[in-house]
């Protein structure tokens, strides 16, 4: 029963976290494209889609939609590039210290 608790609330965290990550794209993207303004072009019409933890590590899915294509994606670097931003945005905005976070792109 305290499993099932435990996952639940996993879940709730995640789908909250996804919605504070929405709200704040902008602000991401802003930081983003200091070091990629190719790559923010991309992610322009993208959203965050979901998060999933496992061994200490965040996985976040962001949903590439619109021009967004595959090819375009220089992949690991730009998902490096993407969690990167995300952690200093909430380091810088909110003094959160995120723990590992890997970005994966879905389309």
Known sequence: MEQKKSHIRHDEFAKQFT?????HWSGILRI????SPRVASLLQPAV???LK???GTWRI???ARGGAQRGKFRQPRDNEIVAQSIRLYYHQTAGFKLPRVTVEFEF
Do not use: K
Not at 19 to 23: A, I, Q
Not at 32 to 35: A, D, F, K, L, M
């Open 19 to 23: 919605s504070v990550l929405d709200e």
């Open 48 to 50: 965050p889609a979901g």
């Open 61 to 63: 899915q962001v949903l």
């Open 53 to 55: 933890r496992t061994n």
């Open 32 to 35: 983003i494209n200091r070091q």
